[in-house]
């Protein structure tokens, strides 16, 4: 229950933070824009005098003035909000709601951009996506007879499945290079010429920037000319 109003409430921030950035950076403008302006307007015509005689003049002294603040309910309404939103936007009517809404922002020049900016600033930040490798992998590489340590992603989908030439299914594999492993290749690898590993993901990660100092066992591997050798 806990991880799914923890998903909902991600998701929600996905949807609510790129609105609201949106929203507040044009009302700061607007604002700015009003604050150079408004001076030069005689003061009994700005929006708030003519809405107050409008309403006979009422008074912050008044005894019919109510003032209410009641601090933190404006966090715990602002967290049910988001969740409702979340659930919402992860169903079909909410996806497709929000798509109609993009594609109206998208005709609008400024707003679009503010948009765009926001959308992936949240989805960076709020977003759960998988970003971790499945499995660590061997494969033959860059010629037969010579192995490196990869990375399992996911199966390859769309025009790179399809319109590779195989009897297998095609893997993702990240060949990392050493001993940096944020830089490698991106290789689309038949399952066939993928020989899985055993040992965990950070294990190989471990082999791969020790340049093969570290291996993930605890038992020393000793070489079988060692086991002859003469003591010194």
């Known amino acids: 229950m806990i991880s799914g109003l923890r998903n909902n409430f991600l998701a929600g921030l ?12 044009i009302w ?27 309403f006979g003049d009422p008074s912050p002294l008044s005894p019919d003035h109510i ?6 309910l404006g966090v715990v309404l602002f967290f049910i909000v988001t969740i409702i939103t979340g659930w919402i936007a992860k169903g079909l009517i909410g996806r497709s709601f929000i798509s109609w809404g993009e594609g109206l922002v998208s005709r609008m020049p400024v707003v679009r951009s503010i948009y765009n900016g926001a959308k992936q ?12 490798f499945d499995r660590a992998c061997m494969i033959e590489y860059p010629r037969k007879g010579i192995w490196a340590v990869g990375f399992i992603s996911i199966k390859a989908k769309g025009e790179i499945a399809t319109k590779v030439e195989s009897e297998d299914r095609i893997m ?23 020989t899985y590993l055993d040992m965990t993901v950070e294990d ?6 020790s340049a093969g100092l570290v291996y993930p066992n605890d038992k020393k591997v000793i070489p079988s000319d060692a086991k002859t050798a003469p003591k010194p």
């Not at 600033?121 to 971790?132: H, I, M, P």
């Not at 993702?172 to 993928?194: A, H, K, M, Q, Y």
Request: proline share 9%; net charge negative; hydrophobic share 50%.
């Open 28 to 54: 700061t403008v607007v604002g700015w824009v009003d604050g150079f302006v408004w001076p030069f307007v005689p003061g009994s015509y700005h929006p708030e005098a003519l809405i107050n005689r409008w």
């Open 121 to 132: 600033l949240a989805e960076t930040v709020f977003a759960q996506t998988e970003t971790s």
């Open 67 to 72: 003032t209410i603040n009641v601090r933190g």
């Open 14 to 25: 996905v949807v609510i933070a790129p609105i609201g950035l949106t929203a507040w950076l």
């Open 204 to 209: 190989a990660a471990k082999l791969v920037i």
């Open 172 to 194: 993702t594999v990240f060949l990392p290079t050493t001993p940096n492993p944020t830089s490698g290749f991106l290789l689309f690898v038949p399952e066939s010429d993928i």
